[in-house]
């Protein structure tokens, strides 16, 4: 018997039972649908959390800090845990981290608090020295100009952060600098800016008579470009080049505080993939360094969140699950119906194997059309959820490409399973007995 | 002229004496309750290819019993079924679909054909389970309804169709195959005395001209007049068997 017969007659007793194949099917569809929709709820609930995550930083990134980490199950002290020391960041590290494999980039990096003046306003800074060559990589994001130049000389070169041009305010009288219309006086082609790290150069306090110290020099600095508030956390730094920062280091020992020479603060690790992630991070722990990462974050809350995704896949499982009965019920009640006819094609030559496939055709039949057309009601549902229902509650239905495939294949295969039963009584049907049967 | 019949007759069964069915010392008992039935109790009997045959007796003879068990619908108690040289009782039901799709063709009482098939379909139908193309099961299919003289209602489904066109259909259907014994059930059971003439005579002229061995179930005596055998039962023992007794 061949295949296409085998579809033919599959699909043509489908037809001969119109509103049961029709309820049938319409079982199926729900069930998928159900399933599909519930599926796609916690695919776009963790699709939500990621990009609630990203906003936080790169998710292929890890933060290094230079102090030790101490894991409390691999000692037997409790109290030890909490004990955080100090350790060193320094270039030999940077490279040790560089070879860790799926590492793609490794900067070093110091923060220092400063201000920038311009004309008569003033704007504290938090500047990042990073390394210049290899910031590109990191993901800042620019609004306008450049990123800084590996420092040549004595001309420092600053990328401010995204905020650094609305919060200029005038010192005496603490006005914003900012027009009526809300934008900033301040801007980077037509102002000339100054930084220092000395606050008595922009706040005249009563001298309290202690030792006075001389007043920290005020630098002019080129302001080569801004950054857009899409880099996340990133766009709040004003970045500088670390080599440059370390020189104004050695000028402004007194007033720069957390800074040592040839030590970094702060290393970021850009892994490849976020794959990667956890598995580096785990290897920088292991060297006795505080790592952090966003993705790691991510995972621990994906984790949590894929309890509520199986307990939704489960409800939805449910109608799937009355629709699959449904299928076996209706294909039993087809062999009560037409046990004569199975009889004759028996004695008409029709072998075992044809009959239970012929069944489990049908069957697959009712799953493959009630998937499909599930689908179809799903995509509908996800649509009406996302643009009328869900759209400001932070909830969002998302279906992947390998849902809407994997659904199909499923509620055929739910289908399929269905059948074997029916099938195999139909197999083992007599065929005399069946002849008889009215 | 008849006497020129015989003659033929017996030259044809002289020149070919392959025996085709051998049925030897058949017995099928059903247990009932507590109580063993005999429906058969002890067969004897063989037919030639090309043989036509009926085996005549009324309700409750074992009739119905001996034509099932030659088609392998049941199983015998004892008694041993050899049809075209192969075990018929030894076979399991894989191998009993095979052998009644490469020997056997089937003609019921009550039709049997599919409802919601056309006649020509329906008879096409057993080609199906034979693996056999579209075109060429409809070819086959529409040469076999010509033979039967329905070449006028190819496309009626059974029930736009008389009882006598019916069953016309279904030996057409039996036959399509191209089996060497064809098994009807009271092919005319169903049908009035002048349609069941017509039946008769197209299936009997067929498995002639065909040279196909026909064995046929009845409960009317008088059907023996269309075949060259009929073999008598009662109460599941053979009372009688008649060579010869064709008469149209």
Known sequence: ?438 | MEQAYEIAGAAASTTKKEIIIDIRDLKKTYRVGSVNVHALSGINFSLNRGEICCVVGRSGSGKSTLLNLMAGLEGPTSGEIVIARQHVEKMNQSELILFRQQHVGFIFQSFNLMPYYTALENVAFPLVFRGMSKRKRMKLAREMLCSVGLETHLKHKPTQMSGGQQQRVGIARALVTNPEIVFADEPTGNLDSKTSDEVMNLICDIARTQNKTLVMVTHDPNMAAFTDKAVHLLDGQVVKIDENTREI
Request: glycine share 10%.
């Open chain 1, 1 to 438: 018997m061949s295949i296409k017969d085998m579809l033919s007659i599959a699909a043509m007793n489908l037809r001969r039972r119109k509103l049961r194949t029709f309820l049938t099917v319409l079982g199926m569809a729900i069930g998928t649908a159900s399933i599909v929709v519930m599926v796609s709820l916690g695919i776009g609930m963790q699709e939500v959390t990621k990009e609630i995550f990203e906003g936080y930083g790169s998710l292929t990134l890890i933060n290094v800090y230079n102090y030790s980490y101490q894991d409390p199950s691999q000692t037997s002290n409790s109290m030890v845990w909490s004990s955080g020391s100090e350790v060193t960041l320094d270039a030999k590290k940077v490279d040790e981290f560089k070879r860790i494999p799926g590492v793609q980039a490794v900067m070093p990096l110091v923060q220092v608090y400063g201000y920038l003046k311009s004309g008569q306003y003033v704007s504290g800074i938090q500047i990042m020295g990073v390394d210049a060559a290899s910031a590109e990589q990191f993901g800042f994001v620019l609004d306008q100009g450049r990123l800084p130049n590996t420092s040549t000389g004595s001309n420092y070169e600053l990328t401010l952060g995204n905020y650094v041009l609305y919060n200029f305010y005038n010192p005496k009288t603490y006005r914003q600098a900012v027009d009526n219309e809300g934008n900033p006086r301040v801007s980077l082609d037509k102002s000339r800016f100054q930084l220092t790290f000395d606050h008595r150069n922009i706040y005249e306090y009563e001298d309290y008579g202690g030792e006075s110290t001389p007043k920290g020099k005020m630098y002019k600095v080129n302001v080569v470009g801004a950054l857009s508030q899409e880099g996340g956390m990133n766009a709040y730094y004003t970045l500088m080049d670390i080599n440059a920062l370390n020189r104004l280091y050695r000028e402004n020992k007194d007033n720069m505080y957390g800074l040592e020479t040839g030590k970094y603060q702060e290393v970021w690790v850009k892994c490849e993939s976020t794959d990667d992630v956890v598995a580096v991070q785990e290897k920088i722990n292991s060297m006795g360094y505080a790592a952090y990462s966003v993705q790691e974050g991510l995972q621990t809350q994906q984790e949590m969140q894929r309890q509520t995704q199986m307990l939704l896949g489960a409800i939805g499982g449910v109608a799937l699950l009355v629709a699959a009965i449904g299928i076996m019920n209706t294909m039993m009640m087809s062999i009560y119906e037409r046990t004569k006819e199975i009889g004759i094609i028996k004695v008409l030559g029709c072998r075992m194997g044809n009959i239970a496939g012929l069944f489990l055709t049908e069957s697959a039949f009712i799953g493959l059309i009630g998937g499909a057309v599930g689908l179809g009601v799903s995509y509908a549902l996800s649509y009406v959820l996302n643009t009328q229902i869900m759209e400001t509650a932070g909830i969002r239905s998302i279906i992947p490409l390998y849902l809407s495939l994997g659904a199909v294949v499923f509620s055929m295969g739910v289908a399929l399973i269905s059948g074997m039963y029916p099938a195999f009584r139909a197999m083992r049907l007599s065929a005399l007995t069946a002849i008889r049967a009215e």
